[in-house]
């Protein structure tokens, strides 16, 4: 299948878009997603905390965001999927702290967001063993480290 994956950087993320690509296609083909396009926003903590209040209501900045959308393009006729929007100091701060590289926490968040963005969701526990179990296959097939997201 057909997947288009760009990634937008806002000014300084630059640097942390290695492996993004790549860990959203494997997502995707992972996930058997339809074919269709999705935008990967690498941003500052100032603009997530920014959606995260508009968007889920709350008032801190946190490390990815999952924006689903469902549209076809009025001319190509090609599904929108979505928007993930990764705030990279947040990405930053958590792989310092968990003794994990930027790539692979940049590559966590990826594909932690675009499980997001496919439906998945881990409010109840047999979901979030779904997502759970998931994740680690893609990160294995990408072979990282298979460390688990859960507050996202």
């Known amino acids: 299948m057909s997947?288009?994956?760009?990634?937008?950087?806002?000014?300084?993320?630059?640097?942390?878009?290695?492996?993004?690509l790549q860990a959203a296609r494997a997502t995707l083909r992972h996930e058997g997603a339809p074919e269709g396009d999705l935008t990967l926003a690498l941003t500052n903590a100032a603009r997530i905390q920014e959606l995260n209040r508009r968007f889920a209501g709350e008032g801190r900045p946190t490390d990815v965001l999952s924006f689903s959308d469902g549209s076809h393009d009025a001319e190509s006729g090609r599904l929108y999927l979505g928007d993930v929007v990764i705030a990279v100091p947040v990405a930053e701060a958590q792989a310092k702290d968990a003794g994990y590289s930027l790539?692979?926490?940049?590559?966590?968040?990826?594909?932690?967001?675009?499980?997001?963005?496919?439906?998945?969701?881990?409010?109840?526990p047999g979901e979030r063993a779904r997502m759970e179990a998931a994740q680690k296959a893609i990160l294995g097939g990408l072979r990282r480290p298979s460390?688990?997201?859960g507050n996202g």
């Open 147 to 149: 460390h688990t997201k």
């Open 3 to 20: 997947h288009d994956v760009r990634v937008r950087c806002d000014r300084g993320t630059g640097h942390a878009r290695r492996g993004v």
């Open 103 to 124: 790539f692979e926490e940049m590559t966590l968040l990826t594909v932690h967001g675009v499980l997001h963005l496919l439906g998945h969701d881990h409010a109840r």
